[in-house]
């Protein structure tokens, strides 16, 4: 193996510990694909394509893998910003409570 390990799950715990690897992926061939991030593990079947040449099922794995990372990126970013508009609402909620307060 690449890392010297004698077991997958051993090579991935050591290709983790780049931290600025995001994500792994695992072709098994007519088994399909795992592929790992830090938080999970995601098993992938097949895709059956007629091939032109031999490179195009890794084209079409890394497409796939890139369309997956994009959508993972929006949501996470969509999920800050709702974060973000939460903390300003409960912000301006505090201090209309306190403007009603030093009203009285």
């Known amino acids: 193996m690449l890392t010297g390990k004698e077991t997958v799950e051993e090579a991935v ?29 995601v098993e992938t079947g097949i895709y059956r394509i007629q091939p032109v040449d031999a490179t195009e099922p890794e084209i079409v794995l890394t497409r796939r893998l890139s369309a997956d990372c994009v959508k993972e ?3 996470k970013r969509r999920r800050k910003w709702q974060q973000q508009q939460v903390r300003l609402i409960q912000r301006r ?12």
Do not use: M, V
């Open 13 to 41: 715990e050591e290709c983790f510990k780049n931290p600025e690897l995001e994500i792994l992926a695992l072709k098994q061939g007519s088994r399909g694909s795992k592929i790992y991030t830090k938080e999970k593990t």
């Open 73 to 75: 990126r929006e949501l």
């Open 93 to 104: 909620l505090i201090l209309w409570k306190e403007r009603s307060a030093w009203k009285r």
